[in-house]
């Protein structure tokens, strides 16, 4: 069987599973800078999650998935992420913008969050 007919099988529990990992990751990286730590297992969780939902997007959704609204606010969350992590992950308003990026994309309905903004060209 291919990796992709398996993940869209099976798409259903690899996201909810992911997400939790997400999920947790995020939440203790976030709650962390309440008494000034920062917890590097909880940066690798929701680094490692983030990524593997990217790729899980983009094996089932093809590269198209990066021109939809989804597709732009999780590159978005990316790239602030990597400047949470160059500036030492302790800036909170990063975080608090990646946070309300991410539930911005979670929670707008699929006809708005499939929604393709542009054209890829292969060329």
Excluded at 8 to 16: E, H, V
Aim: net charge positive.
């Amino acid at each position: 069987m291919r990796i992709k007919e398996l993940i869209l099988k099976y798409d259903a529990g690899i996201k909810i599973t992911l997400l939790f990992f997400h999920f947790a990751g995020f939440s203790i990286w976030f709650g962390a800078l309440a008494t000034n730590q920062v917890s590097i297992a909880a940066i690798v969780v929701t680094v490692i999650s983030g990524l593997l939902l990217v790729i899980r997007e983009l094996i089932k959704d093809g590269l198209v998935w990066r021109a939809t609204i989804e597709g732009i606010c999780t590159i978005v969350k990316v790239f602030l992420l990597i400047i949470a992590f160059l500036i030492e992950a302790k800036n909170p308003v990063v975080l608090l913008i990646v946070m309300l990026l991410g539930i911005l994309s979670a929670h707008l309905p699929n006809q708005i969050k499939n929604k393709v903004l542009f054209t890829l060209n292969n060329n």
